[in-house]
């Protein structure tokens, strides 16, 4: 269901319907308890709830904080990894000219088959699926460097740096397409935990005793947001390669045009 929002959703309409639904669904349940129970409002028991309150507020602050930092981390290891997959075909791209012509042309448009290609599949492979059309051109990329014959020293050392780049090129991609499988966001129970506890904090700040309706109101309004602000920072990072703050095949795009360059 996630990863459909994430997909489908915009992250502005998210963020603004979780806020709309979440503050007006916990206004609604205020105004049928002050109207259902007027002795809250004398705060008889607030004494109690001010011992209470805080103690779920450090606990759903922490447990948040903690999910949304690891999150985030996976976010920036993704990030690292295509970085990492694109610098790679970068510097395969920049040493093709160490070969002769013939052989330079060959290399440079199996490279480009298959960044094109990685590039393309983008959509896909964010949600853990290998498309075969980069997993082919993967392949003849490296019947391309398997076929060079060096004629000196200086292709034979090239040659050398240049299986060993394409070696790394391959460990990034799969490493990706890993990421991309099992970096799923927090499992069900984890949701559950997190519902649960962002009811608690809801309800407490609803049952709180205040005289001022509208101060009351102002006040469970806020943590309403604040609840909702939360909810959507862990949904748009469950999904490193997916949303508005997932990494980008812009690394791979990068190497095409310098692929594609006439001083190439």
């Excluded at 109690?48 to 507020?57: G, K, L, N, T």
């Excluded at 699926?129 to 004629?151: D, F, I, W």
Aim: aromatic residues 10%; positive net charge; contains cysteine.
């Amino acid at each position: 269901m996630t990863r459909w929002i994430v997909l489908n959703v915009p992250s502005w309409l998210l963020l603004a319907g979780l806020i709309v639904g979440i503050a007006g669904g916990t206004a609604a349940v205020q105004l049928c308890i002050r109207r259902r129970f007027p002795r809250l409002k004398r705060g008889a028991h607030n004494e109690i709830a001010q011992f209470v309150f805080p103690v779920i507020a450090v606990v759903y602050g922490f447990l948040i904080g903690f999910i949304v930092l690891a999150l985030w981390g996976q976010v920036n290891t993704a990030d690292q990894t295509t970085r990492t997959e694109g610098a790679v075909a970068m510097q395969m791209a920049r040493g093709l000219d160490a070969f002769g012509n013939t052989e330079s042309a060959r290399l440079r448009q199996s490279l480009a088959d298959y960044v094109r290609t990685a590039a393309d599949e983008w959509a896909g492979a964010a949600t853990g699926r290998t498309a075969p059309a980069a997993e082919n051109a993967l392949n003849r990329l490296y019947s391309a460097y398997g076929n060079v014959k060096p004629r000196n020293d200086t292709q034979r050392a090239f040659l050398a740096g240049s299986l060993a780049s394409l070696r790394e090129l391959s460990r990034a991609r799969t490493e990706r397409l890993l990421e991309a499988r099992s970096n799923i966001g927090p499992p069900l129970s984890l949701w559950m935990v997190i519902f649960l506890t962002s009811g608690l904090v809801l309800g407490f700040a609803v049952t709180f005793g205040s005289e001022q309706a509208l101060m009351h109101y102002g006040m469970v309004g806020a943590v309403s947001v604040l609840v909702a602000a939360n909810l959507f920072l862990v949904t748009e990072l469950s999904y490193p390669f997916l949303g508005e703050f997932s990494t980008s095949p812009e690394p791979l795009r990068a190497v095409i045009q310098v692929l594609s360059s006439p001083q190439q």
